[in-house]
């Protein structure tokens, strides 16, 4: 079977399946170009470094998130985007900690940056208060994510089974607040963290609005 030939995109969409399936400590340029079936050495042919490669595969994260419409109403923009924030990280999870920290963003990162700026700017919002809601918005959603991710259960009964089987656990009766918590939160047959994040989303838009609103 011939090589496969390399552009750009197709050495982006291996690093992004590898990441995808073996986390970011497995993105190495031997890795990838094992995937692809080359040399190492051909890699840098397209791209200079791994980290020009992970600006690339980053970008293409950013390239499915549902962009904000400028003019729109706001908060339902806001929203669409966030859900789809969230949905693109929980299917690339090594992203998470990648999102804002790349030196040389690409024209999606770039472009989803412009959009968000240019939805709550054309809703009135003034430039500190554009900043204030930037930032709040994505603290929630990135936080959220990283919670879901690493929590130790998914629903009721696996945090009942946590509970039962891990000794950490045996004294929480102890603490009335937490336990009151666990028996009438945590433990109820339908609870879910994933439910909590619609509901968290509302109440960052209801603040933002009522910022916008005192202004």
């Known amino acids: 079977m011939p090589p496969r030939k390399l552009t ?37 042919h397209h791209f200079a ?22 003019g729109g109403d706001w908060r339902e923009e806001i929203r669409r985007r966030s859900v789809s924030v969230r949905s693109v ?37 003034a430039p500190r208060q554009v900043a204030h809601a930037y930032a709040v918005v994505d603290a929630f959603v990135y936080g959220f994510v990283l919670q879901e991710l690493t929590l130790p259960f998914d629903s009721g009964s696996e945090a009942a089974a946590m509970i039962g089987e891990e000794p950490g ?24 963290f994933d439910r909590e994040f619609e509901p968290g989303l509302t109440l960052v838009l209801d603040g933002i609005e009522a910022m916008l609103a005192r202004a």
């Open 8 to 44: 750009p995109e197709v050495v982006v969409s291996a690093a992004l399946a590898l990441a995808d399936a073996r986390g970011l400590d497995a993105l190495t340029m031997r890795a990838i170009a094992r995937e692809l079936g080359v040399e190492a050495m051909s890699l840098y």
């Open 169 to 192: 656990w045996a004294g929480v009766g102890e603490w009335s607040n937490m336990a009151w918590f666990v028996e009438n939160v945590v433990l109820e047959p339908e609870y879910s």
């Open 49 to 70: 470094n791994k980290d020009a490669l992970l600006d690339a595969t980053v970008d293409r994260v950013y390239g499915e998130i549902v962009l904000p419409a400028e």
């Open 89 to 125: 990280l929980r299917q690339h999870p090594w992203a998470l900690p990648l999102m804002e920290s790349r030196r040389t963003p690409g024209p999606a990162n770039l472009a989803y940056h412009e959009a968000n700026i240019a939805c709550l700017r054309a809703a009135g919002f």
